[in-house]
């Protein structure tokens, strides 16, 4: 974990550094750093991101053209694009009997990635367009070649085993090519790609729709069902995501008030801050897998600044219906998915947490219900909007 946190936070930092120098946006705050930790990782990621990228762009300039879609929407809609199309071109060519080109579960997961570059690429104008990927493909390749440089057989006693192994493990292609490899135990998801596609959309669906509903965001686009994919992997997960939710919340609060940073800068301030807590848990975590380990951290960083952004009045209650979302996510996902040994599902505890988890639902309900009564009737809000037009 150690080399993949090292080439995500520099990633970050150099992130930071463009924004604040250039003012571009590097193709996301997360996505060159993660694609370099994919590209080593799984080498099929990297035609497969390329394809996202270029499908989801396409697909924007039609929907644009075509829709009134705009803004989040576009957003959802680009990485809806380059999820789908690369499951069905590579699913497609796999079916056919092509070798090699086998979707991993975690590299299908950060395909989001490239829809979110084809997003920030599409929202840029077209000199500032060419700048941003020539230095972004600069930046992938930096960090690509830091990452190679450091996964190698001499360097696997101190980099692959102080923390659970991410590019020294045993489903890295790089640490296979350098012949590093050091075993891990990770218990895989396990997962259809189509399923985890499903509950990614679902995801979306129920987060947009709290938001399109009440106004209330909830904690994160697809955070809730990863959380609950994680969570029956490994029970550890969900107390290290509370735990670094909180503390990265209350230092990236800090860091606002003392240097006023906000926006890309804060996001990925407060990632950094995340991925460098959680590798000196990551020694004492009992987490066998440093994958689930590293994206939670990132979960976490993502989470903390989603609730520093929205409304002081808003946070409760978005806490408590991200509780009860996570809660059904991952209920619905066990009777799917076979959770491992270690889920949280098979804690010998189970009764107590089933009832915990029946509370949270009844809370999450309840709340929810209250949002629904204190939403205008439509008669109420055809006559604000008449009005609106009136005043206008």
Known sequence: MIVAATLTVLGLLIGIGIVQQYGLRLSGVLVVPLFAVYALYDFVAIPAF??????????LMVLQRRTFLFGRQLLLASMGISMAVPLGVFGGLTLAGVPGLTLSEFTFIGSILPGVAAYNYHQLESDRRRDDVLLSAATLLGLTGLGVALVNLPLAPYLGTITPPVLYGEGSDIAAVQDA???????????????????????????????????IRLNGIIALPLLALFTLRSAAVLPLYLVALAVV??????????????GRVLLASGLVIAILVSVPVAMLAPVTSGIHLFFTAILSGIGAYNFHRMPPKHRSTSFVLSAGAFVAFLGGLQLLIDPSPAALVSDPNIILIATVAIVVVIVAAVTAVRLERLRPSAAERRRIASHDRTDT
Do not use: C, N, Q
Not at 249 to 262: F, Q, V
């Open 50 to 59: 390329a394809l996202g990228i270029v499908a989801a762009y396409g697909g």
């Open 181 to 215: 490899t050091i075993s891990d135990g990770e218990t895989p998801l396990e997962a259809p790609l189509p399923l985890i596609l499903a509950a990614i959309f679902v995801g979306m669906v129920v987060s947009e729709g709290a938001y399109l509903r009440w106004g």
């Open 249 to 262: 919340y209350g230092l990236i609060t800090l860091l606002h008030r003392w240097s006023l940073l906000y």
